[in-house]
């Protein structure tokens, strides 16, 4: 069945330092979501992205979808310790990485930020 | 305006004893979903709901697990029989709507921890 692997499953950095986290999919997938979860807390809903090589940013966030689209990354420039949590890349679950209303979630990185 | 709410937020039972999560979504959301967290995971996706018609329960992990949506709103996952290995966060969460119409972001709720001992 369909997989989405993320590495680095841990992520340590000093507050100021630059952090990527990436995603691959097993299959083409129609589009991609990421999640942020602050520890203790629910997955929060980070951005979509639909189109092969799409770029988007937020802020100190960059989030790019591979041209295959079976991968993914999120890059955050200059981290803070507000950054600090499980950051998961989700694909729609379905044949053909179509949508059909559910995810498969990667098993996430934990970023932690020393100050 | 409220988000997704889900009661209990803490259960612990007995193993063989009957639970049942409830999930209220956000108000107008068509799409309705279940999810089990185990710790340091991702969710895991166990059903959903667009209304009150259950699309996909490829994901319950065995027919100790039952999900419904009677009237398109709030949402029950009943797990019967509990087992030790059940325990886990169950997480519900909402969108827009869901399926071929595209994937919308989900909103998730708290959880409920549920512990079987």
């Known amino acids: 069945g369909q997989q989405v692997m993320q590495i680095p499953q841990y992520q340590h950095v000093q507050e100021g330092e630059d952090f990527t986290t990436y995603c691959n999919s097993s299959t083409t997938l129609s589009n991609i979501q990421w999640y942020k979860q602050r520890p203790g807390g629910h997955p929060v809903f980070l951005i979509q992205l639909v189109k092969s090589g799409e770029v988007k940013k937020q802020k100190r966030l960059t989030f790019q979808f591979g041209e295959a689209k079976k991968n993914s990354s999120l890059h955050i420039t200059a981290t803070q310790t507000t950054d600090v949590g499980t950051y998961f890349c989700a694909g729609p679950k379905g044949a053909g990485g179509t949508s059909y209303g559910k995810l498969t979630f990667g098993q996430g990185t934990i970023l932690t930020v020393h100050p | 305006g409220a988000g997704v709410s889900q009661s209990p937020r803490y259960k612990v039972t007995k193993r063989g004893q009957d639970v049942a999560l409830r999930c209220d979504p956000i108000s107008g959301h068509v799409s309705l979903y279940w999810y089990r967290q185990a710790l340091g995971q991702g969710p895991e996706f166990l059903t959903y709901?667009?209304?009150?018609?259950?699309?996909?329960k490829s994901g319950l992990p065995n027919d100790r697990f039952s999900a419904e949506r009677p009237e398109g709103s709030i949402s029950t996952l009943t797990i019967q029989r509990t087992e030790q290995r059940d325990s886990a966060m169950y997480r519900c969460a909402s969108s827009l709507v869901g399926g071929l119409a595209g994937n919308y972001e989900q909103y998730f709720g708290p959880g409920t921890r549920l512990t079987v001992t």
């Open positions: 709901f667009n209304y009150e018609a259950q699309q996909d």
